[in-house]
């Protein structure tokens, strides 16, 4: 790795970092992003952190001092600032040096300075910032009783156990409401910095907050951080995400807007001519060697175009093997929330990874499955049939053999997917699809072996197995149609449609079982010869097959035929016309809203593909397709966005032409149609007359 220092005084970089031991050092960008670096392996980053309030503090404080070990001169009375320092050096301790336990942080939170020639304490929290934190957490203080300073003191405080107030209030919904609105302007400004950081337990107020199912304050915390920089707090509430979108807060939509940003390096990438296959995500550093970059995404070209570069701040969580990254995935397949994949950062990330896991899906289900159903159908429908038939017997058991094997390796994919899923795994009506072709492989062949020892099974029973087995072997394939982004909204709209189709077939069922007993109690006073229909749940059938057309009304019997006839009527109408002409509207409606938000429900299938199959990748892949505990840089070429842009303007303005042109057309219709009926009227009246 290549350390980015562009025109920057060899003094200045060296104010910038200090050594921690003979292979190790750690260094400050200009913007704030710390490394630690080991020399002996290539110079490889170890650890990250974005330091806050960096850019905040005496401006360019590195040109004239040591910035870690000789700092700005301070005044023991500029609490504000000590505060200040403390916070930064907790956040690096935290994340740089991987500082857990309260024993390592102790020296972090409270010591002294003596970097001067007098010696101050230096903490992290003073004793009356401490008292006033529980005197409001108890009710007794009011932040209306406190000015803007001492608001801001008591925000950065960090008391032992790295609890802020914030973590404090959690339990004061009204209070930390409060708080945050009085840090934060109406307009979307942050008008007093707010840090949100784990403590030594590794929970945020949100995690505290989830805790007590207080969903109304975390909704507003999203809403105030959506307004910070990078790294702020993504890395301390990513094991949340899941729970944001279960629980369908809000304010989360429009925080993943917010997670697009630019570094300090990034917004210097403003022109370049991409190569003509331009990765359109690159996994980086939030420092990184900038010619590196642009070596991977651009060509030498005296043409330029603009374009426009910018981290996810989402860290870690597109990568396959992030602890959060299954649970992430999970919740997406499973809302009902369409917004979510409108939003460009989840649709990123579906994109990022959605390759990987169709081509696992091609090469380890898709591809052996379509081998699988070539040799079933065969030994179906051609072996077995003809097994007394000289030939076939000598291929029946391999070919039967075979099909075990297939149906081995199936079962077994489903058993690796329930073990990482757990009961999730039930959820899925996919899942049972895929557990019954090899079930049903493994019947047959048990039954096979018995008719071997003697043991018979009856007709019936063999043959509804091979038809349930051979239905859902075809089934089957409408589940692989879901790879493909061309058919994958079409099998969403199905299984749509007929979800919004279950009130209704209840509706439709109690009037089939309605009528078909009524057709059944007067049957049975006709002789038997004469009855149309002989039990009940013939009776309902009787009624399902008049709804379609299929009846014979001088089949009715003897016994109350005119009633008989009525309640063909009736049923005919309120079945076959009204009850299917609302399945018609129903469809109707589910197939318009479906289609307005096709290319969500294709995002979805697409998540819902790779929560389902990410096991399929094996380990090794997963390790090497991407690095880990990085960021996603998203490379946006922005007149080809514009292009875009410029194209959908044009087929709305002529959308609009077209819908302005039918309204002029439909006004002189109807004023020619009023002066015709003027005429005709004038016309009849002098007639009259």
């Not at 003596?114 to 934190?133: L, Q």
């Not at 029946?396 to 079962?411: M, S, T, W």
């Not at 609302?582 to 290319?599: M, N, Q, V, Y």
């Amino acid at each position: 790795m290549k350390i980015d220092l562009p025109n920057q005084s060899i003094c200045t970089v060296l104010n910038r970092m200090k050594f921690i031991d003979d292979e190790t050092f750690q260094i400050v960008s200009e913007d704030g992003i710390e490394k630690i670096i080991h020399i002996d392996d290539g110079f490889k980053e170890l650890e990250f952190n974005y330091r806050p309030l960096f850019t905040t503090s005496p401006s360019e404080e590195y040109m004239e001092f040591h910035y870690y070990t000789e700092r700005e001169f301070v005044t023991a009375y500029d609490s504000t600032t000590w505060l200040k320092r403390k916070y930064q050096q907790y956040k690096t301790s935290y994340y740089l040096k991987n500082k857990r336990t309260n024993t390592q942080m102790y020296g972090d939170l409270i010591g002294f300075d003596m970097s001067y020639s007098y010696i101050y304490t230096s903490n992290s929290f003073t004793y009356i910032h401490w008292t006033m934190i529980e005197q409001i957490s108890r009710g007794e203080l009011k932040f209306s009783q406190l000015d803007q300073k001492c608001i801001e003191q008591l925000l950065l405080t960090i008391l032992p156990g790295g609890n802020t107030i914030l973590h404090l209030l959690c339990d004061k919904e009204d209070a930390l409401i409060e708080l945050m609105q009085i840090a934060h302007s109406k307009d979307g400004k942050i008008l007093l910095h707010m840090p949100f950081i784990p403590n030594i337990d590794g929970e945020t107020p949100i995690h505290r907050c989830i805790k007590k199912s207080d969903f109304k304050s975390i909704d507003v915390m999203l809403k105030y951080l959506k307004l910070y920089p990078i790294d702020h707090h993504s890395r301390a509430i990513k094991d949340l995400y899941q729970s944001f979108i279960d629980q369908k807060l809000p304010e989360f939509i429009p925080y993943l807007d917010s997670r697009l940003l630019q570094t300090q390096q990034l917004r210097q990438i403003t022109k370049g001519s991409l190569i003509d296959d331009c990765p359109e995500f690159v996994v980086s550093q939030l420092w990184f060697d900038q010619n590196t970059l642009q070596e991977k995404i651009m060509k030498p070209k005296p043409i330029e175009n603009r374009i426009l570069c910018e981290i996810l701040d989402m860290p870690g969580i597109y990568h396959q093997n992030d602890k959060d990254f299954l649970k992430f995935y999970q919740s997406l397949a499973s809302t009902d929330e369409p917004d979510y994949f409108n939003k460009k950062a989840i649709q990123k990330l579906i994109e990022f990874n959605y390759p990987l896991v169709k081509e696992y899906i091609i090469i380890k289900l898709f591809g052996p499955f379509c081998v699988f159903q070539l040799c079933f159908s065969i030994f179906q429908n051609l072996v077995m049939e003809n097994k007394a038939l000289q030939g076939y017997q000598q291929v029946y058991f391999p070919l039967l053999a075979v099909n075990l094997i297939f149906a081995v390796y199936f079962i077994h994919n489903e058993i690796r997917q329930f073990c990482l899923q757990g009961t999730k795994y039930f959820q899925s009506y996919w899942n049972y699809i895929d557990m019954i072709p090899p079930l049903g492989i493994f019947a047959f062949t048990i039954i096979t072996v018995l008719s071997e020892y003697d043991y018979e099974i009856d007709e019936a029973t063999k043959r509804s197995i091979q038809a349930i087995t051979t239905f859902f072997m075809w089934f089957k394939f409408l589940y692989f149609l879901r790879i493909f982004r061309s058919t994958s909204y079409l099998i969403t709209m199905i299984f749509e449609v007929i979800y919004d189709m279950r009130f209704f077939f209840a509706v439709l069922l109690i009037t089939m079982i309605a009528f078909g007993d009524s057709f059944l109690s007067i049957s049975y006073g006709n002789n038997e010869l004469d009855r149309f229909t002989h039990s009940f749940t013939d009776s309902i059938i009787y009624t399902y097959r008049m709804i379609l057309g299929d009846f014979e009304t001088d089949k009715f019997g003897e016994v109350a035929k005119p009633l008989v006839i009525i309640l063909f009527l009736l049923c005919t109408i309120f079945n076959m016309i009204v009850m299917l002409n609302l399945l018609i509207a129903i469809i109707s409606e589910s197939f318009a809203r479906i289609t307005a938000k096709a290319d969500q429900a294709v995002y979805q299938e697409m998540a819902s593909m790779i929560a389902e199959n990410s096991y399929l990748i094996p380990a090794s892949k997963k390790r090497s397709y991407a690095e880990q505990n990085q960021y996603l840089l998203i490379v946006n070429d922005l007149e080809q966005i514009e292009i875009k842009i410029s194209e959908q303007a044009m087929l709305d303005q002529v959308k609009n032409e077209i819908m302005e042109e039918i309204r002029i057309v439909k006004e002189q219709n109807e004023t020619m149609h009023k002066t015709l009926l003027e005429k005709i009227n004038l016309i009849i009246s002098e007639n009259k007359k």
